[in-house]
């Protein structure tokens, strides 16, 4: 069974940065050799929906991110199940849950925006950003 850890969260002010990681352990099938993954970030925030944040594609490295992160935050790979989202000039407004999310590298991955589109989620980790 695949289990998804995310760790880094904490309470900082406007305008400070925070990393965010996340490790997506144990393997998608019984015996298999496996271990590798399409990687995402979503959050949410009470009486809200959960909102995309960023992904990665294990296939070729692409990453995507939601217009409002932009420029603020850096998604990258440490390895093919270990993922490290940096966020830069945090605001307020960036104050959520924030979920890792995986799929297996070999499932096909339409829409890495979409939740539907993982199998795996952690627990979540609490980001605020406050005065």
């Known amino acids: 069974q695949v289990q998804v850890t995310e760790s880094g969260g904490g309470m900082v002010q406007p305008g400070d940065s925070l990393r965010l990681s996340c490790v997506a352990s144990?393997?998608?099938?019984?015996?298999?050799?496996?271990?590798?993954?399409?990687m995402g970030w979503f959050r949410q925030v009470p009486g809200k929906e959960r909102e995309f944040v960023s992904a990665?594609?294990?296939?070729?490295?692409?990453t995507y991110y939601v217009d409002s992160v932009k420029g603020r935050f850096t998604l990258t790979r440490e390895n093919d199940y270990t993922v490290h989202l940096q966020m830069e000039t945090l605001k307020p407004e960036d104050t959520a849950v924030y979920y890792c999310?995986?799929?297996?590298?070999?499932?096909?991955?339409?829409?890495?925006?979409?939740?539907?589109?993982?199998?795996?989620w952690g627990q979540g980790a609490q980001v605020t950003v406050s005065a």
């Open positions: 144990g393997r998608p099938f019984h015996n298999s050799p496996y271990h590798n993954y399409h």
């Open positions: 999310a995986a799929t297996w590298a070999g499932n096909a991955w339409a829409n890495p925006s979409q939740a539907s589109e993982y199998d795996y």
């Open positions: 990665t594609r294990w296939t070729d490295g692409s």
